[in-house]
């Protein structure tokens, strides 16, 4: 059988254990190839250039843009490039800010990253609105029933996690989109956990947005998407202002302005056109895996690390029926501070995380000083597990 | 010899007993104290750190919970 490793030079250079794909992932080789190669052989600057050399950057760029949006099942007038999800979740509240009145209300969890919980207070501070923060079940689960409870007529945003990078936990986000299109709110929802590990369509899932970073699906930093409905994005401003995003200025005593079409309205200034195209080659090696073969993994892995902790007594965060969960599981060893485990665990070449992952409410809401979080991804295999595991047990 | 105390680093993401004490070994002093709470950083932990890092611990000893160890470059 194919060893998936293979596929990622990192994982040959260096001995180690890496699991904390929810940090961010590690990159194949034809990810690491189409970035060079977009350097040898065809970089210039997108949409201005007459000369053949542009236009061939400029397609390349573009037909990233229908990629990601095709992975998705979106269109490419509604995918705009971003830097990263936490980009993509402010220009989100940034481009619905307009839509919110004097006290109104937009509906987000205890659960959420600082990405998809900050944004929606700045918005709400200038609009003279309020924010509901619903909070978890007791396992740090989203609990839907009460996020619906919660939605009426004043609501006009709910922003929620697809997959939460603390608990695992996957939330179904029909049901609650369902709920906030009864009552006239649009739904936004936090994919950076999500749309590297499950299948995604934006139609199925019947959401109004979808934010998510490259890094943490195989791709280079420093670009994710904002896939959001056209017509949101026709009614909202840039938060950008500058080249490429425009039309036409004319300036005569008064400011014209006619935007550009959709998405590069909201795409001032050159883009990153290589991580773009680094983005589209991520999308090919997932689609080549079998974006449905990934979840199964995880949780396979994901279910003997929860065991394995069981049997140490050391107590994990989020559901204990793994088809309820993805494969991250955060995790308090008894009278140990989290980043001493993640430091110990780093000398015997062990990647994890420690902390609140920039989820600290929700830490704080369950009365935990920070987790240690191992987070997997397509190619780690029972040996990391056990290798992890081991390590842990020896901890002194 | 440099004294390095991280008794008062904070508590999040990126300020933490762990990482204060990964700053300090990045210096690369050639000989430096330090000084933990025993409960952040205990000695056999501070030992494989250390090692990982290119350092041995010269000395050590607890009083009051707080760990204070002499580390050298090996
Ligand atoms: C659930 C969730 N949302 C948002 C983000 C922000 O992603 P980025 O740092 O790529 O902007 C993360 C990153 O860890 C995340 O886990």
Redesign the pocket.
């Known amino acids: 059988m194919r060893n998936v490793k293979d596929d990622f030079p990192i994982l040959k250079n260096r001995d180690i254990v890496y699991l904390d794909n929810?940090?961010t992932t590690q990159k194949p080789k034809s990810v690491i190839e189409a970035i060079k190669e977009f350097y040898e052989y065809h970089n210039a600057n997108i949409h201005r250039g007459i000369y053949p050399l542009a236009r061939e950057a400029t397609e390349m760029y573009e037909g990233a843009h229908e990629r990601v949006a095709k992975f998705i099942g979106g269109k490419m007038e509604e995918t705009v490039f971003v830097r990263?999800?936490?980009?993509g979740?402010n220009l989100a509240a940034w481009i619905l800010k307009d839509r919110i009145g004097k006290g109104d209300k937009i509906i987000t969890t205890m659960s959420e990253?600082h990405?998809?919980f900050l944004p929606w207070f700045k918005i709400a501070r200038m609009r003279g609105a309020r924010v509901d923060v619903i909070p978890t079940k007791e396992d740090g689960s989203i609990d839907e029933e009460k996020i619906i409870e919660a939605i009426d007529s004043r609501t006009k945003i709910v922003a929620v996690?697809h997959?939460?990078?603390v608990t695992g936990y996957i939330t179904d986000v029909k049901e609650i989109a369902r709920a906030a299109h009864d009552n006239g709110a649009v739904i936004v929802v936090?994919g950076?956990?999500s749309v590297p590990h499950i299948p995604i369509d934006v139609k199925k899932l019947g959401i109004d947005a979808l934010a998510f970073?490259a890094?943490?699906m195989l791709g280079p930093t420093g670009i994710?998407a904002l896939w959001m409905k056209a017509d949101l994005l026709e009614e909202g401003e840039p938060f950008l202002e500058g080249g490429d995003m425009i039309k036409e200025v004319h300036y005569n005593s008064e400011l014209q302005v006619i935007y550009n079409d959709l998405p590069w309205k909201y795409e001032a200034g050159t883009p990153n056109i290589a991580g773009g195209v680094g983005f589209a080659a991520a999308v090919d090696y997932l689609e080549r895996y079998g974006m449905e073969n990934i979840l199964p993994h995880e949780q396979k892995l994901a279910k003997r690390i929860m065991n394995g902790l069981e049997e140490m007594g050391v107590p994990f965060v989020g559901p204990r029926d793994i088809k309820r969960r993805g494969g991250v599981v955060a995790f308090s060893v008894p009278g140990k501070n989290p980043y001493t485990v993640a430091l110990y665990l780093g000398t015997k070449n062990v990647c994890v995380r420690a902390g609140y992952?920039?989820a600290q409410p929700l830490h704080e809401s369950l009365g935990i000083k920070g987790t240690v979080r191992a987070s997997l991804y397509i190619y780690n295999d029972e040996e990391d597990v056990e290798k992890f595991l081991e390590a842990l047990e020896g901890m002194p | 010899m440099k004294t390095y105390d991280l008794r008062n680093a904070g508590e999040g993401c990126i300020d933490n007993p762990a990482l204060a004490l990964l700053d300090v070994f990045a210096k690369r002093d050639r000989e430096l104290q330090v000084i933990v709470k025993a409960e952040d950083i205990p000695l056999e932990v501070l030992r494989d750190v250390a090692r990982s890092c290119g350092y041995e611990v010269k000395s050590s000893r607890e009083e009051d919970g707080l760990l204070v160890a002499v580390l050298v470059r090996s």
């Open positions: 929810a940090a990263n999800a936490s980009e979740l990253h990405s998809n996690q997959a939460s990078n936090d950076a956990q970073s890094h943490k994710g992952h920039c």
